[in-house]
């Protein structure tokens, strides 16, 4: 996968302020998201597995807009957080955004796993904020895409997930599959 397949043009980039941090994740000022594509500044992002009662993860189909994965599968939804917006803000925005799941109207909420530095080579520096929750079968009905990022969605379990990153064809985001990975062992998937 070459690099240019993975971002799109930036022109079409959100005008919008983005948080800049440095590589200890220190506030250092902000600047314009198409700004912070073009230098690769350090910035935020949160990450949302979304796990259903059936125990299936929720995949989307990014958009092919987007300027970072268009058409690509993420197991994960999330987004860059803005100037003067925490993570959990964001990650609570952008599941209301994406898929129109309020977790303001939920029972269930955000549960933090961790955070970590991603660097991709002239592509993106970032600081991922990783977070889990699990929503009702009602909640799933819910689900539409309001802002045009996700063009499709599908449920899978965990195995299933697991072949298909088998698959060295695979268009997937490396954040939702390494944190699928990283959780195979544990109670949470």
């Given at each position: 996968?070459?690099?240019?397949?993975?971002?799109?043009?930036?022109?079409?980039?959100?005008?919008?302020?983005?948080?800049?941090?440095?590589?200890?994740?220190?506030?250092?000022?902000?600047?314009?998201?198409?700004?912070?594509?073009?230098?690769?500044?350090?910035?935020?992002?949160?990450?949302?597995?979304?796990?259903?009662?059936?125990?299936?993860?929720?995949?989307?189909?990014?958009?092919?807009?987007?300027?970072?994965?268009?058409?690509?599968?993420?197991?994960?939804?999330?987004?860059?957080?803005?100037?003067?917006?925490?993570?959990?803000?964001?990650?609570?925005?952008?599941?209301?955004?994406?898929?129109?799941?309020?977790?303001n109207k939920s029972k269930h909420k955000l549960q933090f796993i961790r955070k970590y530095?991603?660097?991709?080579?002239?592509?993106?520096?970032?600081?991922?904020?990783?977070?889990?929750?699990?929503?009702?079968?009602?909640?799933?009905?819910?689900?539409?895409?309001?802002?045009?990022?996700?063009?499709?969605?599908?449920?899978?379990?965990?195995?299933?997930?697991?072949?298909?990153?088998?698959?060295?064809?695979?268009?997937?985001?490396s954040a939702g599959k390494e944190l699928i990975k990283m959780l195979a062992d544990t109670?949470?998937?």
């Open positions: 996968m070459t690099q240019t397949e993975k971002r799109m043009n930036i022109e079409k980039t959100k005008d919008e302020m983005i948080s800049i941090y440095d590589e200890n994740d220190n506030y250092v000022g902000k600047d314009s998201r198409i700004n912070m594509r073009k230098n690769n500044l350090i910035h935020r992002c949160t990450t949302i597995l979304i796990i259903n009662e059936k125990n299936e993860i929720l995949v989307q189909t990014r958009a092919l807009t987007k300027e970072y994965c268009p058409g690509y599968l993420s197991a994960v939804s999330g987004g860059i957080v803005c100037e003067g917006e925490t993570v959990e803000q964001n990650a609570y925005k952008e599941l209301d955004e994406e898929l129109n799941i309020d977790l530095f991603y660097e991709e080579k002239n592509i993106c520096k970032v600081w991922i904020y990783e977070f889990y929750v699990r929503i009702t079968d009602e909640e799933s009905k819910s689900i539409k895409f309001k802002d045009h990022e996700v063009s499709h969605i599908d449920w899978y379990t965990k195995e299933e997930l697991l072949k298909i990153f088998e698959n060295p064809e695979s268009k997937i985001t109670n949470i998937i």
